[in-house]
T-cell receptor, first 114, second 113 residues
Framework: DTAVSQTPKYLVTQMGNDKSIKCEQNLGHDTMYWYKQDSKKFLKIMFSYNNKELIINETVPNRFSPKSPDKAHLNLHINSLELGDSAVYFC?????????????FGPGTRLTVT | DQQVKQNSPSLSVQEGRISILNCDYTNSMFDYFLWYKKYPAEGPTFLISISSIKDKNEDGRFTVFLNKSAKHLSLHIVPSQPGDSAVYFCAASLTGNTGKLIFGQGTTLQVKP
């Protein structure tokens, strides 16, 4: 039973297109995140939502828009895709107030923009 | 500005020996440190963490050491097993637990049978 799931796992699309990545967690956590892992393998936070409210919004182009319909889901919509958007995108969740600060990650979505 | 650095991109050790993975940080406002393990085509999985008020935390074969004065932490795996072969990420959290984790670039560990 997958704790944090993402769809699709792979996404190949052309420049200029609009695409969405979906994320769902069944852990009952209040907080969800989107991370981007670029070609240099750096894993960087993009957004964080706590109970459907935007908490963290790093310096990310406006073409990226997260949407949280409920606290178990955090989707990522990307407009006008560019070559530089090619990366692996990870969704994660956590429960605020836990002592270990642990976040649970999904399997990732590999986005390739051609 | 990379606040968390893992200067060794890769490490190879023999099965049964100790693996030591290192991590340096620059921000003294970090109050919690975590290690994650990642297999190919999977998401990172939590391994072990340590609060900045401690200098050691142990969980089975995994021990994390924190040297605040040197702004350095290390993960020791004893004994190393082939299944430990993965990418290990060091991460740090800022005071206040905003949830924002800052990751190092990872170290690929290969444990040879």
């Amino acid at each position: 039973d997958t704790a944090v799931s993402q769809t699709p796992k792979y996404l190949v699309t052309q420049m200029g297109n609009d695409k969405s990545i979906k994320c769902e967690q069944n852990l009952g956590h209040d907080t969800m995140y989107w991370y981007k892992q670029d070609s240099k393998k750096f894993l960087k936070i993009m957004f964080s939502y706590n109970n459907k409210e935007l908490i963290i919004n790093e310096t990310v182009p406006n073409r990226f828009s997260p949407k949280s319909p409920d606290k178990a889901h955090l989707n990522l919509h990307i407009n006008s895709l560019e070559l530089g958007d090619s990366a692996v995108y990870f969704c994660a969740s956590s429960q605020p107030g836990t002592s270990s600060y642990e976040q649970y990650f999904g399997p990732g979505t590999r986005l390739t923009v051609t | 500005d990379q606040q968390v650095k893992q200067n060794s991109p890769s490490l190879s050790v023999q099965e049964g020996r100790i693996s030591i993975l290192n991590c340096d940080y620059t921000n003294s406002m970090f109050d919690y440190f975590l290690w994650y393990k990642k297999y190919p085509a999977e998401g990172p999985t939590f391994l072990i963490s340590i609060s900045s008020i401690k200098d050691k935390n142990e969980d089975g074969r995994f021990t994390v050491f924190l040297n605040k004065s040197a702004k350095h932490l290390s993960l020791h795996i004893v004994p190393s097993q082939p299944g430990d072969s993965a990418v290990y990420f060091c991460a740090a959290s800022l005071t206040g637990n905003t949830g924002k984790l800052i990751f190092g670039q990872g170290t690929t560990l290969q444990v040879k049978p």
